[in-house]
């Protein structure tokens, strides 16, 4: 097998595997492909042969299709080849992977966990430089007060 047809299967194969995963995306959100095309921005053919694994669709129109599927826009580059998985991140991988819940529970996730390491990463310097608070052993004690058997009006 020449370069050139291996580059071509590799891509084939890419294009097949972004296809089947939008369609079973828009399955699972009962959607059709009109209603899926139409929210994209994409033609309805178009649409149908991403689907098939006839064409392989850009980095915008994979946007497009993750919005109009509420599904994030990384997990279909990964699965399109447009980008690379980050090397050595199991909590993301495993997010990512997870079929437990939905694409954008994922997401939200995968928001919130960057969010933290960005928060982190932060704080790493000042950290440093101030001492950390201690945290007691348990927490303090709530005055508790039953309500009222008369209600006020």
Excluded: W
């Excluded at 590799?10 to 995963?21: E, T």
């Excluded at 959607?31 to 850009?58: C, D, F, H, T």
């Amino acid at each position: 097998m020449s370069q050139d047809e291996n580059l071509a299967a590799v891509v084939s194969n890419a294009a097949s595997d972004i296809g089947s995963f939008i369609r079973s995306q828009r399955e699972a959100a009962q959607v059709s492909v009109r209603q899926l095309a139409e929210k994209a921005g994409v033609s309805n053919p178009y649409l149908s042969q991403i689907e098939r694994g006839l064409r392989k669709p850009s980095a915008d129109v994979l946007k497009e299709i993750a919005k109009a599927l509420r599904v994030s826009a990384e997990v279909l580059y990964l699965r399109a080849g447009i980008l690379e998985p980050t090397e050595g991140n199991r909590v993301r991988d495993a997010i990512v992977g997870d079929t437990a819940i939905t694409e954008r529970q994922k997401q939200v996730l995968l928001d919130i966990y960057t969010s933290f390491c960005q928060q982190n990463e932060g704080s790493e310097d000042t950290a440093e430089a101030a001492p950390q608070e201690s945290v007691p052993a348990t927490p303090p004690e709530i005055p508790h007060t039953p309500p009222s058997s008369t209600a006020s009006i």
